[in-house]
């Protein structure tokens, strides 16, 4: 058996605010213990990815930055690549680049974007990978795909971290964790999105996250002891009583209270019952890196303190 990962904690940061708050939330994040401060993309009123995490970088010492993802579609993969490298020249080698293949339909359709079938998604992804590596590498890249051609285009600034920014490539259907097993260096174990655009809230039960654990570690083969398993937390709190929170979760996602505490998805009980099942999570499936929703950040600090790094 390979030795275990040590334990490693992110906060999917709420992308809002004044730069003040901003970048003392951040702060704050990296007092408590945390290791990555990570950052969706989405339209409407969040935070840009790319200057926000550069603020953030500019504010911390050691606390890693990164992308909880990047939506593929939204910029070719050349454009992201120089983001990407970009940011990890600003942040002295501390970015973390999260790329999916897109799931929000009502985002696609506000601006005009065709929301394609998921197999045509996935195709641009898996090509937007091969650019990206590329354009992180060596000399001049020349691609020709079915959705991005690329000639003869070295990439630049070249980032600090080699290869390139650790890869983190998250999803719950079978054809993107395969994708994800073989060419990222984490992977992260989520629900699985719908062929018609959105998440499917309720496939967040222990049975699944093991399948999908499973299906991450045959596709890796050899590559397995050199992939991190991720999980999103939907929230969590050392506490002994989590009704209010467990009930809110419970009904967005549509499952029944014991669903929710039951999940890999939560985080809800006390100190060593939590630290407990983590470690369990560990051995049984390899989740070792742990991202907690911003607003459960100061809730699960002890957690943190228990268990980071070990």
Partial sequence: MPTPRPFRFGVQADGTGSRDEWV???YRAEALGY?????ADHFGAQF??????????E????????????????????LLAKEAATLDVLSEGRFELGLGAGWLRDEYEAVGLPFEPPGVRLDRLAEAVTIIKGLFGEGP???????????NLTGGPRPIQRPGP?????????????LAAREAGIVGLNPRALPEGGLDRADIDAESVGRKATLVREAAGLRWEDVELNIALLGGAVTDDPSAEVAAIA??????????LSSPHTLFGTLDTLADRLREGRERWGLAYITVPERSMVALAPLVARLRGT
Wanted: hydrophobic letters at 50%.
């Fill in 24 to 26: 003392a939330r951040a």
């Fill in 35 to 39: 290791d990555t401060w990570l950052l």
């Fill in 48 to 57: 840009a990815p790319g200057p926000a995490l550069a603020a953030a970088a």
């Fill in 59 to 78: 504010a911390t010492v050691s606390l890693r930055i990164g992308t909880f993802v990047y939506a593929n579609d939204f910029r070719h993969p050349a």
């Fill in 141 to 151: 890249v020349n691609f020709a795909g079915q959705h991005y051609r690329v000639t």
């Fill in 166 to 178: 650790p890869l983190l490539i998250g999803g719950g259907g079978p054809r993107l964790l395969t």
């Fill in 251 to 260: 009904a967005r996602a549509g499952v029944d209270a014991t669903t929710v």
